[in-house]
């Protein structure tokens, strides 16, 4: 059976990515959805296994994430800081992206939430998501994450 | 003629993989390849599991992977994770799987 996704967005007041970062994994730890060393796990994978993203059609993003281990309920946060935030590249560790929307997949069932991430990835390349998630519109992003399952 | 050996390689198996996972079996399965051997590993691990094993191809979604010297032929799999660009990404992957005879 598939596990409900909550959805999130967060309004981020830093502008470094360390510290937006630890200001998601508070959030996700103060509401039981993770373990205290959650945050600094994702911050340590962070700089080993980078994951920022180029996005050419809409807004470039990062998918900052754990191993599962440190999770107890699963979740999608998201955060739109008010300036881009440099992340590097999933895909070259060496280089750098200006990142304009965080998301945290919080994951501790890859199979059950596999589906849920693979219209994820589909919908941040759609211009309305930025308005989406500007808007705080979570109702709408799950709205639009479902209905593409059933599709 | 052998079964294609695919190795798919992310930081902690756990979110990169699974979703390329899915996103290669449908492109495999379109390319008319049905019988093949895909395993999960992390990035940390393919190194060693490429030397003992052998796998055609690796694909991997996560960290640095150009200079680690891995003994087969190593691709991005951000196409897969995205679902962007996935054709010319599996034209790559079939020649490559050709060039080691494991697909007509």
Redesign the interface.
């Not at chain 1, 994430?65 to 599962?68: E, P």
């Not at chain 1, 999933?90 to 060496?94: L, Y």
């Given at each position: 059976m598939q596990q409900t996704i909550d959805i999130k967005i967060l309004n981020v007041r830093s502008e470094d990515q360390t510290e937006i970062l630890e200001e998601m994994g508070n959030y996700l730890y103060d509401n039981g959805y993770v373990k205290e060393t959650f945050t600094n796990a994702v911050i340590e994978?962070e700089k080993?296994?980078p994951?920022g993203?180029e996005?050419p059609t809409a807004v470039n993003v990062a998918?900052p994430?754990?191993?599962?281990e440190h999770v107890n309920k699963q979740a999608l946060v998201i955060a739109a800081p008010k300036r881009t935030v440099k992340f590097k590249r999933?895909?070259?560790?060496?280089k750098d992206v200006d990142v304009g929307i965080i998301l945290m997949?919080v994951?501790n069932d890859?199979?059950g939430?596999?589906?849920f991430?693979?219209k994820l990835?589909?919908l941040i390349?759609k211009k309305e998501f930025v308005e989406l998630v500007k808007g705080k519109k979570c109702s709408e992003i799950a709205a639009s994450i479902s209905e593409q399952y059933s599709k | 003629m052998a079964k294609p050996f695919i190795y798919l390689a992310c930081g902690s198996a756990a979110m990169s993989a699974m979703l390329c996972k899915s996103r290669l079996e449908e492109a495999l399965r379109q390319r008319g390849i049905k019988d093949y051997d895909l395993r999960i590993c992390r990035v940390a691990e393919l190194y060693e599991n490429v030397r003992r094993l052998k796998p055609d191809v690796a694909i991997v979604t996560a960290g640095s992977f150009a200079e680690k010297d891995i003994e087969c032929p190593v691709f991005s799999g951000v196409p897969l994770m995205m679902g962007v660009g996935v054709d010319a990404f599996m034209d790559k992957i079939v020649a490559a799987l050709k060039e080691k005879g494991k697909v007509p």
């Open positions: 994978r080993k296994y994951t993203l996005i998918l994430h754990a191993d599962i999933m895909d070259a560790p060496d997949p994951i890859p199979e939430y596999v589906r991430l693979s990835t589909l390349q | -």
